[in-house]
């Protein structure tokens, strides 16, 4: 199984991104699936997660600016952020919690995808 983000670059503030993930692979369903973000010098921290039935959280900073949403037929799950601002930039991580096959058996683990780096300039 691989998670392959897509959708992050550069923005003043104020603008919009949208960011991308797919999973891939012999999968047979995916649980919760988030975004995270990571600066410099930081723990990597939780930006948005939905659950496979839609139940979304959101980290206080972003509430209301950015909306989580995913796809269970195509394996995606998008964050859509608005109002950027320059403490939003950062190498944002697409995670999934996915039940694969493996051979004859079903396995469920965690993956995480490459980050794809979101600079918004003031």
């Known amino acids: 199984v691989q998670l392959q983000a897509s959708g992050g670059g550069l923005v003043q503030a104020g603008e919009s991104l949208r960011l991308s993930c797919r999973a891939s692979?012999?999968?047979?369903?995916?649980?919760?699936m988030a975004w995270y973000r990571q600066t410099p010098g930081k723990q990597r921290e939780l930006v948005a997660s939905?659950?496979?039935?839609?139940?979304?959280k959101y980290a206080d900073p972003v509430k209301g600016r950015f909306s989580i949403s995913r796809d269970n037929t195509k394996n995606t799950v998008d964050l859509q952020m608005n109002g950027l601002n320059p403490e939003d930039t950062a190498l944002y991580y697409c995670?999934?919690?996915?039940?694969?096959?493996?051979?004859?058996?079903?396995?469920?683990?965690?993956?995480w995808g490459l980050g794809t780096q979101v600079t918004v300039s003031s």
């Open positions: 939905i659950g496979s039935r839609g139940r979304t």
């Open positions: 692979g012999s999968i047979f369903s995916s649980d919760v």
């Open positions: 995670y999934g919690q996915i039940t694969f096959y493996d051979v004859t058996r079903l396995v469920t683990d965690e993956f």
